[in-house]
């Protein structure tokens, strides 16, 4: 694609204050349906007015890498290939923001739908929907990945005898020396260990959700933890007492009326004091105060993506960023004003099935 400016319906009303050199890279799917080539790359500057200028920078050829994550201290992007077996890609970001590809590596599970990184920053942790289980990989000094280094599997099945025949991880987040694991499969967020060598054991007891939920996302703090439920389309709350978690407050994901588009929340993520989650089905983003003092989830916003089937979002200090999965888009909208609730689309960029995105914002 061409150098191209991108704009939205309110474009004239406000500039979208981008960092100039912002580069945004997207992950998704690709095969007879899908034009994808592998990870994309988008070059975001301000152009004359109030416009974007999108530059497509060349794309890394991989199968299917469904989630991205980047390191926290280097510059270095890892991809997960949702296929049998999984496979995990490293990819060096470049002074001009473009990706090389430095090793790809095959795991023992299958459709691996997540990538994370320990709080070491030293491995790469890898969730397999299709197996249910976690894998682990070394980070080398040039950022190439290791050979599997360990993998945990999980099993027993759920109330759902289509979704939950057995253990399906779909996320897993390295909290204050534990890994937290969304099993989709058995209502339950596990809790493992990963010692100094890469290894896997149990640190304790599974957080128990309600029968039918399907955990596929999470966040945690200090001292709440919610998560997404993709069956039963509503945000669990949990509270820490002492070293265990307790239910405080389960709502609705959405507002809208899922009668004939029911809800199946996707990614959620922390913005501040708040909770995001996008919803497929009804096609929304919601945001939620996360009420610390009464334990509780406070609704307070919900707009349209702009798209269908919202897959991954993420924000930025003056955009959240939706991936747009079967609409092949992925929308920026522009944060609220001072005051207000109200989220204004600002643009688009074409690109075909995406599901997970990665910015970054060096100038």
Not at 147 to 175: I, K, M, T
Not at 281 to 299: C, I, K, M, S, W
């Amino acid at each position: 694609m061409p150098d191209s400016d991108a704009s939205g319906p309110d474009a004239a009303e406000t500039t979208p204050s981008l960092p100039v050199g912002s580069t945004l890279y997207v992950g998704g799917y690709s095969g007879e349906e899908a034009q994808r080539v592998g990870v994309e790359a988008y070059r975001l500057d301000a152009a004359e007015g109030t416009q974007v200028a999108v530059t497509e920078l060349p794309a890394v050829p991989l199968h299917s890498p469904s989630y991205l994550v980047r390191h926290p201290d280097r510059p270095l992007l890892y991809a997960v290939s949702e296929s049998d077996p999984t496979t995990v890609s490293a990819l060096e970001i470049t002074d001009d923001g473009e990706l090389e590809l430095l090793n790809t590596v095959v795991a023992e599970g299958s459709g691996g739908c997540h990538v994370a990184l320990d709080e070491t920053g030293r491995f790469v942790l890898v969730a397999h929907y299709g197996s249910g289980g976690v894998s682990t990989f070394a980070i080398a000094a040039d950022g190439r990945l290791s050979e599997q280094l360990d993998s945990h599997a999980f099993s027993g099945s759920g109330a759902d005898p289509e979704r939950q025949d057995a253990a399906h991880a779909h996320q897993v987040v390295a909290h204050h020396g534990r890994l937290l694991v969304c099993d989709l499969g058995t209502d339950q967020v596990h809790q493992l260990r990963l010692d100094p060598e890469g290894h896997l054991s149990v640190a304790a007891d599974p957080v128990v959700l309600p029968a039918g939920s399907g955990p596929r996302h999470l966040v945690v703090t200090d001292h709440h933890l919610v998560v997404a439920c993709e069956l039963s389309g509503r945000l669990w709350l949990a509270r820490r007492e002492g070293d265990q978690w307790v239910e405080a407050d389960h709502v609705p994901a959405t507002s809208a009326d899922t009668s004939e588009a029911p809800c199946a929340p996707s990614a959620l993520r922390l913005d501040g004091g708040q909770v995001v989650v996008g919803n497929r089905g009804p096609d929304t983003f919601a945001v939620f105060d996360l009420d610390t003092e009464e334990h509780r989830l406070v609704p307070v916003a919900e707009a349209r993506t702009g798209g269908a089937v919202p897959r991954d979002l993420i924000l930025s200090p003056t955009h959240l960023w939706v991936a747009n999965q079967d609409s092949d888009t992925v929308v920026a909208h522009r944060r609220p004003a001072e005051g207000s609730t109200e989220w204004v689309l600002d643009f688009e960029i074409p690109t075909a099935k995406p599901t997970a995105l990665v910015l970054t914002e060096e100038a």
